[in-house]
């Protein structure tokens, strides 16, 4: 139920920066964050996942595509900004990634439309990126049919599961 997983979600970023309260970015010389705060030094700055309040839209990318996201990517990608958190995984090290701004979530889903593209271009099943890994041609994707949560090497069909969904796939992190 995207209600639960809304709840989950918001425990695991409140954890998140419970454990990891000093979290450090590079700073948009060009536009503030809303989860930034304290002075800029050295291009750096202090930040702390803030709800994006009113929550962030995917309608228009689901249009354009002429597709529906699952509703907990929908919560993923919608409920916060930030800079991105490190976390682990059994398979290594992965930045979940969020959205530093506005202009960095229209970005973002400039870069959705990119990627499920290029999938349909290639006849893959279409995947939407969740988080960064620590090799540069693998990223953790969910599978838009179904949820489910991928170890996915860019411009390859997924096929190496991790996780029946993204709820399933938090309880797999730790930080």
């Not at 970005?107 to 593209?117: F, K, M, S, V």
């Not at 991928?150 to 390859?156: C, I, S």
Request: aromatic share 12%; charged share 25%.
């Amino acid at each position: 139920m995207p209600g639960q997983f809304h709840q989950q979600f918001t425990q695991f970023v409140e954890s998140y920066y419970d454990k990891k309260p000093t979290l450090i970015s590079w700073v948009d010389p060009e536009l503030d964050s809303p989860c930034q705060y304290g002075e800029v030094v050295e291009g750096e700055v202090h930040w702390r996942p803030v709800k994006a309040e009113p929550v962030l839209d995917l309608s228009k990318t689901q249009q354009a595509l002429e597709l529906q996201f699952p509703a907990e990517l929908v919560t993923f990608y919608t409920s916060y900004f930030g800079g991105g958190l490190k976390v682990q995984h059994q398979r290594g090290e992965l930045e979940l990634l969020m959205s530093w701004h506005q202009a960095d979530f229209e970005r973002l889903q400039q870069n959705i439309i990119a990627h499920i593209l290029m999938k349909r271009r290639l006849k893959q099943r279409e995947t939407v990126f969740i988080a960064a890994t620590d090799h540069d041609d693998y990223l953790i994707s969910v599978l838009v049919a179904t949820g489910e949560v991928y170890l996915e090497k860019v411009g390859m069909e997924v096929k190496d599961l991790l996780a029946p969904d993204l709820s399933t796939f938090l309880q797999q992190l730790s930080f």
